[in-house]
């Protein structure tokens, strides 16, 4: 299969509020007031989460149907621990993006054990996101 290019534009509207365009859609990145931002959207790091959580939901309905389960929905947690102090300029100590995720998937199905555990592991290993997350993705940052 042939590789697939996604594409964003983004703009800044102020110092801690970005304006995201892909794929006809509009997003919306900021931070909490607590922290200078306006509060307008989800932080980055929340969007990662977000992203991780969305991409598992598609992920975990297309390996149900093709392990014929039953899969009416799923229900996601997730939770993740960071550092901010690298990001703040503060040590560089720790890396600045998570330092762990931990996701729960609560499958809505009859399915047994040993079929649930064999889909969650699919799942796991098919997400491109938690791929991205948990292997070395090069990224390049250029002057344009």
């Given at each position: 299969m042939p590789k697939v290019t996604f594409k964003a534009q983004a703009h800044s509207e102020n110092p801690t509020k970005t304006v995201v365009r892909t794929n006809g859609f509009t997003v919306i990145v900021d931070e909490p007031k607590n922290q200078g931002g306006t509060n307008e959207g989800p932080t980055p790091v929340d969007y990662v989460l977000a992203a991780l959580a969305g991409c598992l939901n598609v992920v975990s309905h297309v390996v149900a149907k093709e392990l014929?389960?039953?899969?009416?929905?799923?229900?996601?947690?997730?939770?993740?621990?960071?550092?901010?102090?690298?990001?703040?300029?503060?040590?560089?100590?720790?890396?600045?993006?998570?330092?762990?995720?931990?996701?729960?998937?609560?499958?809505?199905?009859?399915?047994?054990?040993?079929?649930?555990?064999?889909?969650?592991?699919?799942?796991?290993?098919?997400?491109?996101?938690?791929?991205?997350?948990?292997?070395?993705?090069?990224?390049?940052?250029?002057?344009?």
């Open positions: 014929d389960m039953n899969l009416n929905g799923v229900k996601i947690d997730l939770e993740g621990d960071l550092n901010p102090a690298k990001f703040m300029g503060m040590s560089d100590a720790e890396r600045a993006g998570y330092q762990s995720i931990r996701v729960t998937l609560r499958p809505d199905t009859d399915a047994d054990a040993a079929t649930k555990e064999k889909w969650r592991l699919a799942v796991e290993s098919r997400c491109p996101v938690s791929d991205n997350l948990s292997h070395e993705t090069p990224v390049s940052v250029q002057l344009g």
